[in-house]
């Protein structure tokens, strides 16, 4: 018996009905995905053999597809940025693959390095940099699905462009 508490379980807890509820399909809460979001960077067979680097414009390659969310996959040569932006109605999880990323918002600048996780609320203005001299690799979800990623000149009004993930 624990000194620090009251509390004893008895009986086979796994007859407790709530607890064995089986896994969703498909995430629905932000645990949810951020939890897919690293089991896919642990999978690097799933996607390590698809990324390209291209120096003239970012890539992205949708990786997957959910009811009411989408995955991608972003390399960053080094200079290459997203612009100041926000995600429009989508919330998101960034995490960083391989490399590192530099994200800034009005509140500084943070280092992200492979493995870091961002999880961000509808509307979050940032910026996401690579400043380092090495390629960088990032995996994006978005819920709901990225349908605008409205730019940010500083801190004025933002201007609607076509969604590229970032």
């Known amino acids: 018996m624990n000194s620090d508490s009251d509390l004893q379980i008895a009986g086979d807890i796994l007859e407790v009905q709530h607890l064995l509820q ?11 995905f951020v939890g897919l979001a690293r089991s896919i960077a642990a999978d690097r ?4 053999g698809i990324v390209q680097y291209d120096s003239a ?5 949708r990786l997957h597809q959910g009811p009411g969310y989408e995955v991608w996959l972003l ?3 080094p200079g290459q940025g997203s612009g ?8 998101g999880v960034l995490t960083v693959l391989e490399g590192e990323l530099t994200e800034r918002t009005e ?3 943070r280092s ?6 961002r999880a961000f609320a509808p509307g979050y203005v940032h910026e996401v940099v690579n400043d380092s001299l090495e390629p960088a690799v990032s995996l994006h979800i978005y819920y709901p699905g990225l349908t605008e990623m409205p730019m940010h000149a500083t801190q004025s009004a933002p201007t609607a462009v076509d969604a590229v993930p970032a």
């Open 57 to 61: 414009s970012r890539w992205y390659h």
């Open 75 to 77: 390399s960053w040569v």
């Open 45 to 48: 067979a799933r996607w390590a």
């Open 107 to 109: 509140r500084g600048a």
């Open 84 to 91: 100041l932006h926000d995600h429009g109605l989508s919330a």
């Open 22 to 32: 089986p896994a969703r399909e498909h995430p629905s809460t932000v645990s949810e």
């Open 112 to 117: 992200l390095g492979a493995g870091a996780q």
